[in-house]
């Protein structure tokens, strides 16, 4: 079966990540992570950064908040999607203690020395392992964060971490993406009905039951340690995910936030057992524009240890994502070209955010 670790084969990313940092042993932010400094002659703020956007946030609008219990509640999602890009979910049915579990797997991997992490670092052109967020090369400064991504199984790094207990952690993970792929797979019909695209009308996705069988998917465990400048400072930088959507547990720490148009950057608060859903670049291509994939980042904290977990859920690999002949007619033409989930990561990682828009179809 085709995978996503043939996806960065041809992209190696060298982010140098044996010049990491012991994060908590810092008490003043160095100059490489400094994304806003401060003139020391004249105490004015300078951004020697010009991809670092304004850190000002709006609180007036917020991002929906979806009962998935509500007979509504595809319509609403379709109305999120259409207008924000993102939502928030609660009763979707996954118990609080997987949330706690999957926390204690991400603080005892964080909690290891860099020296032992190291042991279990992703290589430049692999998919899975410790390291930095991949969008960093695209920055002249360094992100306030680290992560651990896993696709497929974490054995392998697992047993680098921890030799006696590897299989508690592994067994936390197998637990916790069989979750995410039942709600992923409820969500995606909940967005397709709202487009009025039925399970026939999705020959890749549709197993015997309509149930997505092939889909493969990521995930990325996401560690933003307190930070001693954390106004001059970025956890991770704005970025879309190039999945078809992605289900993202966020602690009781804030910090991410979501592009608005026309508004500016919105908080997207924690809140106790829901979930941040946001549309993904795929799902733009597939939706021939009408759900638009977000931009989003995350901001850092002076007191507390910000920890999330994005399960990242995309087609079959080697599937390719086009426009649906649905949302195509004599009014609406096809505005991007079929491309794979292997294709567009290796896409994104040469263009990054430019990557959505290098596929657009010219008008004739
Ligand atoms: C499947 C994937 C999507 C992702 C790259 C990855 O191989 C695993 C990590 C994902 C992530 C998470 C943080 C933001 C992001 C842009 C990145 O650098 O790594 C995404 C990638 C993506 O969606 O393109
Ligand atoms: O930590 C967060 O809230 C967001 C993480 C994220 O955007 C990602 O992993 O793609
Ligand atoms: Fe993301």
Not at 1 to 7: N, V
Not at 25 to 30: A, G, K, R, T
Not at 153 to 156: D, N
Not at 238 to 251: F, V
């Given at each position: 079966?085709?995978?996503?670790?043939?996806?960065f084969?041809e992209?190696?990313?060298?982010?140098?990540?044996?010049?990491?940092?012991?994060?908590n042993?810092?008490?003043?932010?160095?100059d490489?992570y400094?994304?806003?400094?401060?003139?020391?002659d004249?105490?004015?703020i300078?951004?020697p950064?010009?991809?670092?956007?304004?850190n000002?946030c709006h609180?007036?609008?917020?991002?929906?908040i979806?009962?998935?219990n509500?007979p509504?509640a595809?319509?609403l999602?379709?109305?999120?999607?259409?207008?924000w890009g993102?939502?928030?979910?609660?009763n979707?049915?996954?118990p609080?203690?997987l949330?706690r579990?999957?926390?204690?797997t991400g603080?005892?991997l964080?909690?290891c020395?860099t020296?032992?992490k190291?042991?279990a670092?992703r290589t430049?052109d692999g998919v899975?392992?410790?390291?930095?967020?991949?969008?960093?090369s695209f920055?002249?400064?360094?992100?306030?964060s680290?992560c651990?991504?896993?696709?497929e199984?974490?054995?392998?790094h697992f047993?680098q971490l921890?030799?006696?207990?590897?299989?508690?952690?592994?067994d936390?993970?197998?637990?916790?993406?069989?979750?995410?792929?039942k709600?992923?797979?409820?969500?995606?019909w909940?967005v397709?009905?709202?487009?009025?695209i039925?399970?026939?009308?999705l020959k890749?996705?549709?197993?015997?039951?309509?149930e997505?069988?092939w889909a493969?998917?990521?995930l990325h465990?996401?560690?933003?340690?307190?930070?001693?400048?954390?106004?001059?400072?970025?956890?991770?930088a704005?970025?879309?995910?190039?999945?078809?959507?992605?289900?993202?547990?966020?602690?009781d720490?804030s910090?991410l936030?979501?592009?608005r148009?026309g508004?500016?950057?919105?908080a997207?608060?924690?809140?106790?057992?829901?979930?941040?859903?946001?549309?993904g670049?795929?799902?733009h291509i597939?939706?021939?524009?009408?759900?638009?994939s977000?931009l989003?980042?995350v901001?850092?904290n002076?007191?507390?240890?910000?920890?999330?977990?994005?399960?990242?859920?995309?087609p079959?690999p080697n599937?390719?994502i086009?426009?649906?002949?649905?949302?195509?007619?004599?009014?609406?033409r096809a505005?991007?070209?079929p491309v794979?989930?292997n294709?567009?990561?290796?896409?994104?990682?040469?263009?990054?955010?430019?990557?959505?828009?290098?596929?657009?179809?010219?008008?004739?």
């Open positions: 079966m085709p995978s996503l670790s043939e996806a084969r992209h190696p990313l060298h982010l140098h990540h044996n010049k990491l940092l012991d994060f042993s810092l008490e003043e932010l160095p490489s400094a994304w806003i400094q401060i003139d020391q004249d105490h004015t300078t951004n950064n010009p991809n670092y956007p304004s000002s609180g007036d609008e917020n991002v929906p979806i009962n998935l509500d509504n595809p319509k999602i379709g109305n999120a999607c259409k207008t993102v939502f928030q979910v609660v979707h049915g996954i609080m203690s949330f579990d999957i926390q204690q603080q005892a964080f909690s020395s020296h032992q190291l042991k670092a430049p899975s392992g410790y390291g930095r967020a991949r969008i960093s920055f002249p400064k360094l992100m306030w680290e651990f991504t896993i696709v199984s974490p054995l392998e047993i921890w030799p006696h207990e590897y299989n508690k952690h592994c936390v993970v197998v637990q916790y993406e069989e979750a995410m792929k709600l992923a797979q409820k969500l995606m909940m397709l009905t709202s487009l009025g039925s399970k026939e009308e890749w996705a549709a197993g015997p039951k309509g997505f069988k493969c998917s990521a465990l996401n560690s933003y340690p307190s930070c001693p400048d954390p106004d001059r400072a970025m956890g991770l704005p970025h879309t995910d190039s999945t078809l959507l992605t289900i993202l547990y966020q602690n720490v910090g936030q979501v592009l148009e508004v500016g950057w919105v997207v608060p924690p809140l106790p057992g829901g979930l941040v859903i946001n549309m670049d795929l799902f597939l939706s021939n524009g009408s759900y638009p977000v989003h980042r901001l850092v002076r007191t507390r240890q910000r920890f999330s977990v994005a399960y990242l859920y995309g079959p599937v390719h086009r426009p649906h002949p649905k949302l195509i007619g004599p009014n609406r505005l991007y070209r794979t989930w294709e567009y990561l290796g896409t994104k990682a040469k263009y990054f955010n430019k990557a959505l828009s290098s596929l657009q179809l010219c008008a004739t």
